[in-house]
């Protein structure tokens, strides 16, 4: 029987190279591969799992993320990752109870009723409900009051899972604590947002199965705050029929500019740790004076600082990373806490997919992005380094999107192949 760990020892089987699919340039296979959308890797030699090779903490029971094909996977305290890549995120609380459970006493109908476990989730799981108007001319929505106080003058995001029935266009509102009662209006059949009231900002994603997810995103100036999910149907307020509505499924109220991945609740809100992806340098063939590393990622919703991956001492005096701040990628090296170098000038839009390569060695950097031309920097030493960071920094500066691939060459890649890896 074949020791398919040791994969790569035996050659080619029958003429087929167990690594075709690792990057190469100029001949030259990584020696470390890692295709989280494949769920493959190479290390050496070796052909190991992703989650044995990667030590993982962070997440929680029940952690949700999204493959490719709008699916919502659930991988709990593993690692988050399919065919959309690995998930890295910061910390985030859902203030919201009963999160699934519409029919709970935690929330109030209003004109309106809940059909409990009325259709498949967006998960496969039998546990979205429908919310059904009722037959008054009135709005015709649910409501819960969120028991936790929020923060004045701080940015929280609605989100809710929501597909069509009966009716196809569904309400989020913030109350209370929001200023100017923030209303978004999402058409699920024109996937579209539409502001109805405030200022909030929104977002509509396709899902499988029909189903949307749809954001808002708004500004508190008090601490009480209210959600609401409406139907509309041509007006606020309508003649409903009784039977008539919409699915819903997985609210969620959280404090930050973007949505995250949906957070389950039961009794009382719940915190999903943040993320925490990491390799040490011991762990595979690293050069600590020169090399090249790869990375494709998808650019996360919103611009910040905000870290595709990080090579460190666990502490910031010795890293270096790839990192976009606002919307500008920049490549940074600091040895002995003093900067050495800092390549910007690359411009890469929210949610946007893109591949980057960079290249060290002493006095001789180099990156490219997207097979654009090649950006270098003849100046700079090298850190001392222990630890390959996924997605995040030694401190607090998150991805928080998707990584679909990280590749590392134990030697410098010429300035002109840079371009051609990963195309």
């Given at each position: ?52 090779l990667l ?48 029919d709970n ?114 500004v508190t ?203």
């Amino acid at each position: 029987m074949f020791n398919f760990g040791r994969l790569g020892d035996l050659g080619c089987l029958g003429g087929v190279d167990p690594f075709f699919w690792v990057l190469s340039s100029g001949g030259v296979k990584a020696t470390l591969d890692i295709d989280f959308v494949n769920d493959r890797a190479k290390n050496g030699a070796l052909a190991p799992s992703i989650s044995s090779l990667l030590t993982y903490s962070g997440g929680i029971a029940g952690r949700k993320y999204t493959n490719a094909d709008g699916t919502l996977k659930t991988t709990g305290t593993s690692i988050p990752y399919g065919t959309n890549g690995l998930l890295v995120e910061e910390a985030r609380t859902n203030l919201e109870i009963r999160s699934q459970e519409f029919d709970n006493a935690s929330w109030t109908p209003v004109a309106a009723s809940i059909s409990a476990n009325a259709v498949a989730a967006p998960d496969g799981t039998l546990t979205a409900d429908k919310l059904i108007e009722s037959a008054t001319t009135a709005e015709h929505y649910l409501i819960q009051s969120l028991g936790i106080p929020l923060v004045n003058g701080s940015t929280y995001t609605f989100s809710c899972f929501a597909k069509a029935a009966e009716r196809s266009v569904f309400i989020l509102r913030g109350a209370g604590a929001f200023a100017a009662d923030p209303r978004v209006r999402f058409d699920l059949g024109a996937q579209t947002a539409t502001v109805d009231n405030g200022t909030p900002t929104a977002t509509i994603t396709a899902l499988a199965n029909g189903w949307f997810l749809c954001t808002m995103t708004a500004v508190t100036n008090a601490t009480e705050g209210t959600c609401y999910h409406q139907i509309y149907n041509g007006a606020h307020s309508y003649a409903g029929d009784g039977t008539s509505g919409l699915y819903i499924w997985g609210s969620q109220v959280e404090l930050g500019g973007f949505v995250t991945s949906y957070i389950p609740t039961t009794t009382g809100s719940v915190t999903r740790a943040a993320d925490v992806v990491t390799l040490a340098t011991s762990g595979f063939s690293f050069n600590a004076a020169t090399g090249t590393v790869y990375s494709q990622q998808t650019a996360p919703p919103v611009n910040g600082t905000q870290v595709v991956w990080q090579l460190d001492d666990g502490t910031a005096d010795e890293r270096m990373l790839t990192w976009r701040s606002t919307a500008t990628i920049t490549r940074s090296v600091v040895d002995g806490g003093v900067d050495q170098v800092a390549i910007g000038t690359d411009t890469i839009a929210v949610n946007t997919l893109f591949r980057h390569s960079l290249a060290y060695q002493a006095n001789n950097f180099a990156c490219s992005i997207d097979g654009a031309a090649v950006r270098t920097d003849g100046a700079g030493t090298i850190p001392t380094v222990t630890t390959l960071r996924f997605g995040r920094d030694h401190s607090a500066n998150y991805w928080n999107s998707y990584i679909k691939r990280l590749a590392y060459f134990n030697s410098r890649i010429a300035d002109g192949s840079l371009p051609g890896i990963g195309a």
